[in-house]
């Protein structure tokens, strides 16, 4: 998904050992799956943010990954609206976010058509 989506090669234990981590912490988050007859087909991955300034929790969309035989048939957006529907069910969350590759034109035009807005908002990193 990383190297389709932004050219990136991933550690696959690195990968694994983070999945793992995730499904053992509850409190980091969780992930959803779309399955076709017992197959996984998509996925996304939603990771929590406290935020002070809402008292609430930011719900992160990660690691979406739709097989490339089910794009443009609704996988993904019956993910997301599953997540909005948990997200409307749980108090004290204050929003659902994602960021996206700033390449990635096509992710960003499905997120828009799901009622996202891009934020003022950059991001940035230091690995060290």
């Keep these: 998904m990383a190297f389709e ?18 499904i053992a912490s509850p409190t980091y988050g969780f992930y959803l799956v779309a399955l076709e007859a ?10 929590y943010e406290w935020s002070d300034w809402h008292n609430g929790v930011y719900w992160w ?3 979406v990954y739709v097989d490339p035989r089910y794009r443009r048939q609704g996988v993904f957006r019956a993910l997301f609206q599953e997540v909005r529907r948990q997200k409307q069910a749980t108090p004290g ?4 976010r ?3 590759d700033a390449t990635n034109r096509k992710a960003q035009g499905v ?8 934020t003022a908002y950059e991001v940035f ?3 060290d």
């Design 5 to 22: 989506t932004e050219g990136k090669r991933l550690s696959k234990a690195s990968t694994e050992n983070g999945t793992r981590s995730l």
């Design 38 to 47: 017992g197959r996984v087909v998509g996925q996304l991955c939603i990771t």
């Design 61 to 63: 969309i990660q690691s």
């Design 93 to 96: 969350t204050a929003s659902l």
């Design 98 to 100: 994602l960021y996206a």
């Design 111 to 118: 997120y828009r058509k799901l009622g996202m807005q891009k």
């Design 125 to 127: 990193e230091l690995k």
